[in-house]
């Protein structure tokens, strides 16, 4: 069992940054490729990025690629995301997530993670 926390959140001007953390324990963090979701009021959870276990592997959403950055400290057992050049529709409850894996692979669905933190709210002012 992951245990995973998230924090970092707040409110930022457009344009503005912010890194989330989120912080696992419970287990080793090194065994799991890790991802971020977003969830904006009324809409569903989409993904934002994800990592695979060793950091070899990084995937983006379009929406986020060239402004985000996904990285971990397995000797921390920590994943962090760095935000940067954030926009309004950038607003959302932003989650981490888990997933035991035996390979590098990073993995972009929902349904895919075992494990979810309990999300960090990022507002992005106009």
């Known amino acids: 069992q992951v245990v995973l926390v998230e924090s970092g959140g707040g409110l930022v001007q457009a344009g503005g940054s912010l890194r989330l953390s989120c912080a696992a324990s419970?287990?080793?963090?090194?065994?799991?490729?890790m991802g971020w979701f977003r969830q904006a009021p009324g809409k569903e959870r989409d993904f934002v990025a994800a990592?695979?276990?060793?950091?070899?592997?990084?995937y983006y959403a379009d929406s986020v690629k060239g402004r985000f950055t996904v990285s971990r400290d397995n000797a921390k057992n920590t994943v962090f995301l760095e935000m940067n050049s954030l926009k309004p529709e950038d607003t959302a409850v932003y989650y981490c997530?888990?997933?035991?894996?035996?390979?590098?692979?990073?993995?972009?669905?929902?349904?895919?993670?075992?494990?979810w933190g309990q999300g960090t709210q990022v507002t992005v002012s106009s």
């Open positions: 419970g287990r080793p963090l090194s065994s799991y490729a």
């Open positions: 997530a888990a997933r035991m894996s035996g390979s590098g692979n990073y993995y972009v669905t929902s349904s895919d993670y075992y494990y």
């Open positions: 990592i695979g276990r060793n950091s070899g592997s990084t």
